[in-house]
């Protein structure tokens, strides 16, 4: 069974970059989705990107489109979230997920429900 587990977060100054980074262990990700979700607290989780392992087709959310990019490492089993220019309202808990049976398009809609496995997260706050 696919397990999920998130790093990469912590503080970063307004402007900054970071990368998150989202590993697999039981499977691979073989003919998965994998997608980055973020929620703050008393808000809905936000879909912000998402990737096909069979085809590399992937989606962003509007709110991230230009700065985020999400990428897939098959040979370490990691799926990466780059993240540059980050403001304030780029701070949240960040999730991954994967499923496989969610297809992916550039104007999908990325919902939370779709996926099956999900990692514990991982915080990132932009503050100066």
């Known amino acids: 069974q696919l397990q999920l587990v998130e790093s990469g977060g912590s503080l970063v100054q307004p402007g900054g970059s970071l990368r998150l980074s989202c590993a697999a262990s039981?499977?691979?990700?073989?003919?998965?989705?994998v997608a980055w979700f973020r929620q703050v607290p008393g808000k809905e989780l936000e879909g912000v990107a998402c990737?096909?392992?069979?085809?590399?087709?992937?989606y962003y959310a509007d709110s991230v489109k230009g700065r985020f990019t999400i990428s897939i490492d098959d040979s370490k089993k990691t799926v990466y979230l780059q993240m540059k220019s980050l403001n304030a309202e780029d701070t949240a808990v960040y999730y991954c997920?994967?499923?496989?049976?969610?297809?992916?398009?550039?104007?999908?809609?990325?919902?939370?429900?779709?996926?099956?496995?999900w990692g514990p997260g991982t915080r990132v706050t932009v503050s100066s």
């Open positions: 039981g499977a691979t990700f073989d003919y998965y989705a």
């Open positions: 990737i096909s392992e069979s085809d590399r087709i992937t």
């Open positions: 997920a994967a499923d496989q049976w969610v297809f992916v398009t550039p104007w999908m809609n990325l919902g939370s429900a779709d996926f099956g496995s």
